[in-house]
């Protein structure tokens, strides 16, 4: 399992080296001046000429592309052309919101989606697993702003109980929870829905393996049967499913910080598409890309570790 | 949300259908007449097709003229939907949408399988050294969040309804390539394959000829699940302004336009939203029917 660990941490470098690289190559092929689109219709040219200098987009794309790897290793991301602060402080700013917002929504969705999927196997076929079934219909098939869109109109507009918008300031633990709960809700649904059916499935069909029927057969309760031989197999392809999942979440977090005006990476990329600041949307989709990379291979660790089948071919 | 289907890697080896083609097809037909959820999908998806052939015949008011001394109206007899700021018919502009959200969702799913089954048929077939670069291209792609890629892509190509098509048709191609070069890589060592090799076929033949025939079952499948997903995506770009310019009606669009009102016009955003909703859950529904028959396997058991 070693050699797989090593092999597996080490495959993330060409990969993140392949987005920054494609990031840098979309951006630069754009079309439009950056320098022209920031100064205005009225700029002088030499004012232009003086910005192109400032950033560097008068040398070899090459020349470029040399300086932004290097630049990206050491963590600088170029100045926002909106803000006129570092990419990096605002990302760096922004970030705790968007990793608390996304953990939440991962920790509901998985605490609650495959327990329901778990009590959907083992009863199925009742009316709690009819339930099941009709809630995760609705949700998984709801866009994510849909379902903050009603939370926030219900909970905040009517009963008044949460507030509507921002992330609340970032010492106090019990404002960042009640500014937390709505949008992290809105953003694991679908995952939710989908893990509580992938649950249900595989459990389901791991119950009707022969080996659940010989620990029935030798007298084991059949709480114990699912609980302890049937649950620990069906939760693999739960696993792996959890790491792709992981990309709605990241790229969730996107349109859930746009409905509750939250601040967090995804809204600062929107806020950077809108503004065509081309620096800050480099740094926000390579943060982005890079962290669903991260939990990608942290699920395939964990994986590693709950199955010692798999090797490293 | 883009959830990726569980698919299984190998291809169905089903032969080409041929003269059973329709006995299979009214076999499918007498599985589905006893799936009632799938059959109410079936008619919503009809109907929605109806709505996108007959809009201007369908809607009651047009999409597009302004009367300020109808803003902000609840729903009512006359106005189903409600109003919008500019005193527009949000039900009209909902039919106008049905229209280009569906096209966009279906013809980016297109996009996506047709440019994507070229890569992963190519990738399949083609020398070692250039099966790496497709795959190790593609694994690259799989790195951004799907709706990233479809934002970066079109950052690139500016805003517009053509544009948010080709986004996210060109963000799905990485997934269907995966797909079906998992499926090239088993039937490339099936004997007609290399039967066809040995009768003088070039790549492009046996592409054209050996493989993608038998690619038919996996994208039925996978292409099912794909456009109820492209519409959610479609409708999160426009949802956050990035797709469509205004006032071009999608059904994100108009959600995206009720952002200011939300609390005190919030038929303008949840109305549309359940028209999305449905949309996705009769696609999602009739998709695990079609799946269920062509793989009993396939699916994430939303007919169970």
């Known amino acids: ?86 990419a990096t402080y605002q990302i760096l700013s922004a970030l705790p919101y968007t990793v608390v917002l996304g953990l939440t929504a991962l920790v509901i969705a998985v605490g609650a989606g495959v ?136 790229g969730g977090t996107v349109v859930i910080e746009t409905v509750f005006a ?52 | 949300m883009a959830h990726s289907s569980t698919l299984p890697t190998d291809a169905g080896h089903t032969a080409r259908v041929g003269p059973r083609a329709r006995s299979r097809w009214s076999y499918f037909w007498r599985v ?60 009209s502009r909902v039919i106008y949408g049905t229209r280009l959200s569906l096209l966009v969702g279906v013809l980016a799913v297109a996009i996506g399988a047709a440019g994507g089954t070229f890569l992963g048929m190519l990738a399949g077939v083609s020398a070692r050294g250039v099966e790496q670069a497709i795959m190790r291209t593609i694994d690259v792609a799989l790195a951004f969040p799907f709706i990233l890629l479809a934002i970066l892509i079109l950052a690139f190509f500016g805003q517009g309804i053509q544009n948010v098509m080709i986004a996210v048709g060109i963000a799905y191609m990485p997934r269907f390539a995966r797909i079906t070069h998992a499926s ?25 000829r050996h493989i993608l025939p038998n690619l038919q079952q996996v994208l039925t499948v996978y292409g099912t699940f794909s456009i109820p997903i492209a519409i959610l995506i479609e409708a999160g770009l426009d949802y956050l302004g990035l797709g469509v310019l205004p006032p071009t009606p999608t059904w994100g669009a108009i959600i995206n336009e009720g952002r200011q009102s939300l609390l005190m016009a919030p038929w303008e955003s949840v109305l549309p939203g359940l028209v999305i909703m449905g949309a996705v859950l009769a696609f999602n529904l009739f998709g695990e029917a079609v799946a269920n028959f062509l793989d009993p396997k396939a699916g994430i058991g939303l007919n169970r």
């Open chain 1, 1 to 86: 399992m070693r050699p797989y660990i090593v092999r597996r941490v080490l495959l993330i470098i060409p990969l993140i080296w392949g987005v920054v690289s494609s990031v840098f190559l979309v951006v630069h092929l754009l079309p439009g001046d950056p320098a022209a689109v920031l100064l205005g219709p009225f700029a002088t040219s030499v004012r232009e000429e003086g910005l192109r200098h400032m950033w560097g987009l008068d040398q070899p794309l090459l020349v470029q592309y040399v300086h932004y790897l290097g630049n990206i290793v050491v963590g600088r991301f170029g100045v926002s052309f909106l803000t006129g602060q570092p």
């Open chain 1, 115 to 250: 327990p329901l999927g778990i009590v959907a196997a083992v009863r199925s076929d009742t009316l709690a697993d009819r339930l099941s079934l009709i809630l995760s219909l609705l949700l998984v098939s709801a866009p994510s702003f849909l379902v903050g869109i009603v939370l926030l109109i219900v909970f905040s507009g009517e009963l008044g109980w949460l507030p509507s918008i921002g992330a609340g300031t970032f010492p106090h633990p019990g404002s960042i929870l009640v500014h937390t709960i709505l949008p992290a809700i809105a953003l694991s649904a679908g995952l939710l829905a989908y893990l509580t059916r992938i649950t249900r499935t595989t459990l389901l069909s791991v119950l009707r393996d022969d080996y659940v029927r010989t620990a029935r057969a030798k007298g084991l309760a059949r709480r114990a049967v699912v609980y302890r031989h049937a649950v620990r197999n069906a939760l693999l392809p739960v696993l792996s499913i959890l790491g792709l999942a992981a990309g709605d979440v990241v």
């Open chain 1, 262 to 313: 939250r601040p967090g990476i995804g809204s600062l990329l929107v806020n950077s598409v809108t503004g065509r600041d081309y620096i800050q949307v480099q740094a926000c989709v390579i943060v982005l890309a890079a962290s669903f990379v991260v939990m990608n291979l942290v699920t395939d660790l964990c994986y590693a570790v709950a199955d010692p089948r798999i090797q490293y071919q």
């Open chain 2, 32 to 91: 589905l007449r006893r799936n009632v959820p799938a059959l109410l999908s079936l008619g919503f998806i009809l109907l929605l097709i109806v709505v996108t052939v007959f809009a201007p015949l369908l809607a009651p008011y047009s999409p597009s003229v302004v009367s300020p001394s109808a803003s902000f109206r609840a729903p009512t007899w006359a106005h189903p939907f409600g109003t919008d700021m500019f005193g527009r018919d949000i039900l």
């Open chain 2, 184 to 208: 090239t890589l088993s039937l490339r060592e099936m004997e007609f394959v290399a039967a066809a090799r040995a009768s003088g076929a070039g790549t492009g033949r046996v592409m054209l």
